[in-house]
């Protein structure tokens, strides 16, 4: 038998008990075939809704990174041109003009570095869903018999981004 409770914030939580509903030698073997059933669906359900937290949280973490590459590349492809422009002629009053332009132009390929440096170290952080790995390895631990094929799938092995989040 499985419960649904609701959340703080309105979504519904579904949970196996951790007692038994029903004493032993009370239910029939229908009933425990059922219950059975159940709690094996609603532990797929749950372990479905985990992944699906955590790499909706990974997926956010990497646009979030992906932000600072549109900024690189608005700063590199419209760099302000008006203000760029102004400084090098401003800077044409100390040096030579072909020095003031190279100078702008360093500046601006100096903040584009920095920004895809941002962006890209933030993309980074981006890791695998380790809580779901977790849970999936513990669930054929418990179940050896019916995940036993499934030890030697690429899914309960690291995944690239978890290899990558390692060095």
Not at 7 to 25: E, F, K, M, Y
Not at 75 to 99: G, H, I, N, P, T
């Amino acid at each position: 038998m499985s419960y649904t409770q609701g959340g703080h914030d309105g979504r519904t939580v579904t949970s196996i008990p951790l007692t038994d509903a029903n004493p032993p030698g009370s239910a029939s073997i229908g009933s425990l075939v059922r219950d059975a059933t159940e709690q094996m669906s609603t532990l797929v359900r749950a372990e479905v809704a985990l992944a699906k937290a955590e790499v909706t949280g990974e997926i956010k973490k990497g646009l979030t990174g992906s932000v600072f590459f549109v900024l690189a590349l608005t700063v590199l492809l419209f760099s302000s041109f008006f203000f760029f422009f102004f400084l090098a002629e401003l800077l044409d009053q100390w040096m030579w003009r072909w020095a003031a332009f190279l100078t702008v132009f360093g500046l601006m390929v100096v903040t584009t570095i920095v920004l895809a440096l941002l962006g890209w170290l933030k993309v980074k952080k981006v890791r695998a869903p380790e809580k779901t790995i977790g849970s999936l390895k513990q669930t054929a631990e418990v179940l050896p018999q019916s995940l036993a094929h499934r030890e030697h799938t690429p899914s309960l092995e690291k995944s690239p981004l978890e290899k990558s989040s390692t060095r």
